[in-house]
């Protein structure tokens, strides 16, 4: 299949014509590198240390025996898991609670699935087949390998009120993976992140000293903020949106120190007030540099990615440090 070759020439002219600034800013490689590589994928963290980036941002789940996995889904993707047999899993694909490591690491997830939707929204992803779905451990490992010092570590917890047989409890998974954390020695560069703000709040009374991160949408099916609608949102850990003047404000009552909304979902204005409140603002999920150069004109304090080069080329342009490249191999 013939792949398409992203206009670098095009978005670094465009980064060019921008004024300098000097702000600090954060750029996360989504899912590692999900536009270039197999999603939370030892390749993807070992492109996106390679390339060079502040943070890696990445899902976790729990196994049936208790370890920490990365991983989006908290049932494995069709659209990306393959049985030891070679076929893609059927939905429903089985609950990463249910497999023990052992079994896990027998399903295959470094192919898209050819001609699935999925798959068309990144042809520029390389193909790792034979790829497994790594441990917290086994990426602590990487970055160490790497001898990148500084790297953060944006780690989300993935459960659902919606879905709560899919996962263990938000208590048992707050708790094992502080406990990861600490034993894996990242917890002085971690953030925790969650839709689901019930884990964010284990977070804070049992590890204060991990900052915690408000993921919010306020739009199409994934909508957890449910602003308008009757009742409290079972996604906000006991708030209701609608008590407050602003979404800033719901985040700041809910203890954390960030702010990671849909990118479409912010203003300026909204940017500004989250940021008088004393929160840091990162957005997601930027892929197009027009759009990276709008949340820059914003000042953002950080864009989370599928496409890191794109992102360092824009900074580049607009003259913002950019984060030490650390090659690896996976």
């Keep these: 299949m013939k ?28 899912r590692g590198a999900r536009g270039l590589a197999p999603e939370n994928t030892l390749p993807a963290f070992a492109r996106a240390l390679s390339l060079g980036v502040h943070t890696l941002e990445f899902d976790t789940g729990i196994t049936r025996d208790g370890v920490v996995v990365i991983g989006h889904d908290r049932r494995l993707n069709p659209d990306i898991a393959r049985r030891p047999d070679g076929g893609y899993v059927d939905l429903p694909g089985p609950a990463i609670r249910a497999l ?87 917890t002085q560069r971690a953030t925790i992140q969650s839709f689901d703000w019930r884990t964010l709040k284990v977070v804070q009374r049992i590890a204060p000293e991990i900052p915690t991160a408000c993921l919010t949408i306020g739009r199409g099916q994934g909508d957890n903020l449910q602003l308008g609608r009757p009742g409290r949102s079972l996604w906000l850990a006991g708030l209701d949106a609608d008590d407050f003047t602003s979404v800033p404000r719901l985040v700041r ?60 080329a824009v900074m580049d342009g607009k003259n913002i440090d950019l984060p030490a490249a650390t090659p690896v191999e996976p």
Excluded at 3 to 15: E, H, Q, V
Excluded at 275 to 281: A, F, K, N
């Design 100 to 186: 023990t490591l052992d079994e896990l690491k027998k399903y295959d997830v470094g192919t898209l699935r050819p001609e699935s939707a999925y798959a068309k929204q990144f042809p520029l992803q390389t193909a790792v087949p034979g790829t497994r779905m790594p441990t917290l451990a086994e990426l602590a490992a990487l970055v160490r390998k790497s001898g990148n010092g500084s790297v953060r570590f944006n780690v989300e917890t993935k459960l659902s009120p919606l879905a709560a047989d899919d996962t263990v409890d938000p208590e048992t998974f707050a708790t094992t993976l502080v406990a990861a954390l600490r034993q894996t020695g990242l």
């Design 3 to 30: 792949r398409t070759a992203w206009p670098t020439i095009g978005f670094l002219a465009l980064a060019a014509a921008l004024p300098a600034s000097a702000w600090a800013f954060d750029l996360q490689g989504h």
């Design 253 to 312: 009552e809910a203890g954390c120190k960030v702010w990671s909304p849909f990118f479409r979902d912010t203003t300026r204005e909204s940017i500004v007030e989250a940021q008088r409140l004393g929160l840091t603002v990162a957005v997601w999920t930027v892929n197009e540099p027009a759009d990276m150069v709008l949340m820059l004109d914003h000042k953002v304090d950080g864009i989370i990615t599928d496409y890191p080069d794109r992102l360092r």
